[in-house]
C-alpha cells in the first residue's frame, strides 16, 4: 500500500496523471478507518490523558497542602500512590499477555495502558525524591535530585522498552547535567561543557540507533529524533562559537573540528548509503550551511565591512537550502518508496517499476 501510494505522487508529480485522478486513486486505495478504530483511538487517549493527570494531581495535591499535612501524611499518601501505580502496572502487563493484547515478540509493552502506569511510578518516583530532599533538608543540590531520579528509573525504562520513559530518562539526564554545569561552572570552560553536552547526546543517539536495530527493546525514534536534535544543535552552536572565538586549548579546539567533519561525515555514510533515513541527513546538511554562514560571515567581516557582504550570505542560504531541500525531498520519495541504498541503481530502478 504504502508504494503504491508513493507511485501515484510520483505520477503526479511527473505528470502523467492529474490531481482528479490521483485523489480518485488515493480514495480508492486508502482504507477508513472504521468506527471500531475510533473507539479504541479514544480509548486510549482517555486512558492515557487519565494516568498523566492522576500523577499530576498527587503532585499538586502536596504542593497546594504542603503547609496542612504531617510528614507522615506526606509520606503515606504519596508511598501509597506509589505502590498502587506498581500494582496497577503488574496486574494490566499480565492481563494484557494473558488476553494476548500484546504481543511479546513484536513489542513488549508499547503504547500500553500498563506503560500509562508505569509511566505514572516514574513520575511519583520523583516526587518521592524531592519530599524526601524538602522534609529532611539534606542539602543536595538540584541536580542530584534529577540524577539520583533518572538513575531509579532506568529499571523501569529497560523494563518497558517505551519511548515515553526512555525520553524521560534522557530529559532528566540532560537536565541533571545543565544544572551540574550551573553550579560547578568555575571548574570547566563553557565551550567544554557545551562539548560534554555533545558527547552525552550523541552517544545515546547513536546508542539507540545500533541497540534500536537488534532489539525493539532499544527502538524508540522520539528519543533518537530528540537526542540527535540536542546534538546537532550543540554541535553547530559549538562549532561557530568557536569560529568568531576560538578556543585557547588548541587540543579541544583541534577536538571539536575532528569531531565535527567526522561525525558529517558518518552519518552521511550511515544514513545515505547503510540505512536511509531523511531526519538525520536534514539535521547534518542544515548545520554544514549554519557552519558556512558563519565562516562566510567572519571571512568578510573580519577586517573591514565589504559592500554587499549580507547580500551575498543570504544568496548563499538561500541557495544552500534551497538545494538541500530539494535533495531531501528526492530522498524522501526514496525512503517511501522502500527503495534499498545497499541496493544497485537496476535492482531500485526494477524495485520502483514494481
Known amino acids: 500500500m504504502r508504494h503504491l501510494t508513493s507511485h501515484v505522487y510520483e505520477w503526479l508529480e511527473q505528470g502523467h496523471i492529474t490531481p482528479t485522478v490521483a485523489n480518485e486513486l488515493y480514495r480508492q486505495l486508502s482504507v477508513p478507518p472504521n468506527a471500531a478504530r475510533w473507539r479504541s483511538l479514544l480509548a486510549q487517549l482517555l486512558q492515557w490523558s487519565g494516568a498523566l493527570s ?13 503547609q496542612s499535612l504531617e510528614r507522615m501524611s506526606k509520606f503515606a499518601l504519596i508511598e501509597a500512590a506509589l505502590l498502587m501505580s506498581l500494582v496497577s502496572f503488574v496486574w494490566l502487563y499480565y492481563r494484557s499477555a494473558a488476553k494476548r493484547l500484546v504481543d511479546p515478540s513484536h513489542s ?15 513520575l511519583l518516583v520523583g516526587g518521592l525524591l524531592a519530599l524526601v530532599g524538602q522534609t529532611y533538608q539534606t542539602g543536595a543540590d538540584p541536580w542530584q535530585l534529577f540524577a539520583i531520579w ?11 522498552g517505551f519511548d ?3 525520553l524521560l530518562l534522557v530529559g532528566l539526564a540532560n537536565l541533571s547535567l545543565g544544572l551540574y554545569a550551573d553550579t560547578t561552572s568555575l571548574w570547566l570552560d563553557e565551550q567544554l561543557w557545551l ?32 537526542s540527535s536534535l540536542m546534538a546537532m544543535g550543540c554541535f553547530t552552536l559549538l562549532v561557530c562559537w568557536m569560529i568568531f572565538e576560538p578556543s585557547d586549548t588548541k587540543p579541544l579546539l583541534v577536538s571539536v573540528w575532528v569531531g565535527y567533519v567526522g561525525h558529517l561525515l558518518f552519518g552521511f555514510w550511515w544514513f545515505r548509503h547503510k540505512r536511509l533515513q531523511v531526519y538525520p541527513l536534514a539535521l547534518g546538511g542544515f548545520s554544514l550551511i549554519t557552519v558556512g554562514a558563519a565562516l562566510f560571515t567572519e571571512l568578510l567581516f573580519r577586517d573591514s565591512d565589504p559592500i554587499g557582504g549580507f547580500l551575498l550570505i543570504g544568496l548563499y542560504i538561500i541557495l544552500a537550502s534551497t538545494g538541500l531541500s530539494a535533495v531531501l525531498r528526492r530522498l524522501h520519495r526514496q525512503a517511501k518508496a522502500g527503495i534499498s541504498p545497499t541496493q544497485t541503481p537496476s535492482e531500485n ?6
Open 195 to 226: 562539548c560534554l553536552f555533545v558527547v552525552l547526546n550523541l552517544t545515546i543517539y547513536y546508542g539507540f540507533v545500533f541497540l534500536g536495530s537488534s532489539s525493539r527493546r532499544w527502538h524508540a525514534p522520539f528519543v533518537e529524533y530528540a
Open 164 to 166: 515515553g520513559l526512555w
Open 54 to 66: 492522576f500523577a499530576c494531581g498527587v503532585i499538586f495535591f502536596f504542593a497546594y497542602n504542603w
Open 108 to 122: 513488549l509493552f508499547g503504547a500500553t495502558l500498563a506503560n500509562a502506569a508505569l509511566l505514572v511510578v516514574s
Open 349 to 354: 530502478e526494477e524495485l520502483s517499476h514494481e
Open 150 to 160: 533518572a538513575l531509579a528509573i532506568l529499571p523501569f525504562a529497560w523494563v518497558a
